[in-house]
């Protein structure tokens, strides 16, 4: 079984791959970084890829990016995603393609050998593998409207937000100070539990929320 590796630390990719050549998979090739992966896979055309969320430069989302693009260019592609962290938008997506060859675990799951190698062969074969963990914060968050835990004046500033203005016109429509501006959308991002880490992402990730919440 051949298989494509999408990690930047060399350490752990080293891991997987001694751990994998010893199980018996062929590691066609190891990339550090989103376009590397692209091209082995379109080179290899493996039967399997493990891909880190987080991959150079931005090490924010370029992996699953390019395990996402990977899939439309090769329908199909078996894809499993490991992360240090439950990133839920992506998990969400994952789960949601309904082609099967998806999985999604945390990396401190690589140290369970015999079950790593079990998720490894199920993704290979079509199914789909999803860590306990990032089960359980999916069913938390369905669980729960995220809007609902908004004061009225936060809902109203994310709807200035979800309609395109910026701070200034937000802050000129409600009467309010371009500081007072800041700090409600610093607590909408924080009651939403999108992380410091997303950056510029989080206004439309908060967006995206309060739309699809309505």
Known sequence: MRVVIAEDNVLLSSGLELLLTAK???VAAIAQD??????AVDEHRPDLTIVDVRLPPSFHDEG???ALQARRRHPGLPVLVLSQYVEQQYAGELISDERGGVGYLL???VSRVS???DALR???AGGTVMDPEVIAQLLTRSARDPIAGLTPRERQVLALMAEGKDNTTIAARLV????AVHKHIGNIFAKL??????RGHRRVLAVLTYLSHR
């Open 34 to 39: 989103a376009p590397g992966f692209i091209d």
């Open 176 to 179: 309010i100070t371009e500081n």
């Open 193 to 198: 539990g999108l992380s410091p880490t997303d």
């Open 64 to 66: 699953i990016h390019a």
């Open 122 to 124: 199920r993704v290979a």
């Open 24 to 26: 018996g998979f062929h």
């Open 115 to 117: 079950e790593f190698v």
């Open 107 to 109: 990396k401190d799951r």
